[in-house]
């Protein structure tokens, strides 16, 4: 079955660049999704077919997909981005997500 | 309001029955495709199901497949996720999602707060 990776943890700044990686084979011939989901919250959808920004989310939000692996960018990081990140893909149809990557904002 | 009301999660016993339901309100039901992801307390997304607009079309994780069945009712606004054979490890809050599209293959543009399956004897 399909597998998407991503970083367990990573750690910005205030004002500094994340990139949340998602890798998986062959991911560039996927469309990805990326949620974001704060503590006692359900997940919000913040990228769709790999970098289409829904309405709502902040132009700091970017996404890029490329070979193996997917990224999600967030410019200009700050005290309220800091949450758990999900990449999502479909493979055979069926919904597969990575395990996650908790970012904490220093 | 836009909003998606999940029910029927509770504490049920290793190899029993359980079937959650979901309510939609204030958009149009049938335009979208609905699926359902579970997570356990303090862990990960996992797709559990999905089903396009009209029912014709359905799809189920594997770690599911052949004990639960999700189908919908769009003169109701519902969507319903039918769990046999349950195990400890289905133990999970149960989300109901809306997918943007009408298909149940696609990312997924509203949540519902979830339904809490617990098994356990």
């Known amino acids: 079955s399909y597998v998407v990776t991503q970083p367990p943890s990573m750690s910005v700044a205030p004002g500094e660049t994340a990139r949340i990686t998602c890798v998986g084979s062959?991911?560039?011939?996927?469309?990805v999704f990326w949620y974001q989901q704060k503590p006692g919250q359900a997940p919000v959808l913040v990228m769709y077919?790999?970098?289409v920004r829904p309405s709502g989310i902040p132009e700091r939000f970017s996404g890029s997909n490329s070979g193996n692996t997917a990224t999600l960018t967030i410019s200009r990081v700050a005290p309220g981005d800091e949450a758990d990140f999900y990449c999502?893909?479909?493979?055979?149809?069926?919904?597969?997500f990575g395990g996650g990557t908790k970012l904490t904002v220093l | 309001e836009v909003q998606l009301v999940e029910s029927g999660g509770r504490v049920v016993r290793p190899g029993g029955s359980l079937r959650l339901s979901c309510a939609a309100s204030?958009?149009?039901?049938?335009?979208?495709?609905m699926s359902w992801v579970r997570q356990v307390p303090g862990k990960g997304l996992e797709w559990v199901s999905g089903?396009?607009?009209?029912?014709?079309?359905?799809g189920y994780a594997d770690s599911l497949k052949g004990r639960c069945t999700i189908s919908r009712d769009n003169a109701k606004n519902s969507v319903h996720l039918q769990m046999n054979s349950l195990r400890v490890e289905d133990t999970a809050l149960y989300y109901c999602?809306?997918?943007?599209?009408?298909?149940?293959?696609?990312?997924?543009?509203?949540w519902g707060q979830g339904t809490m399956v617990t098994v356990s004897s």
């Open positions: 077919y790999d970098k």
């Open positions: 999602v809306r997918v943007r599209t009408g298909s149940y293959h696609d990312g997924y543009d509203l």
């Open positions: 089903i396009n607009w009209n029912a014709n079309d359905a």
């Open positions: 204030g958009f149009i039901f049938d335009d979208y495709g």
């Open positions: 062959k991911i560039e011939d996927k469309g």
């Open positions: 999502q893909v479909y493979d055979n149809y069926r919904g597969v």
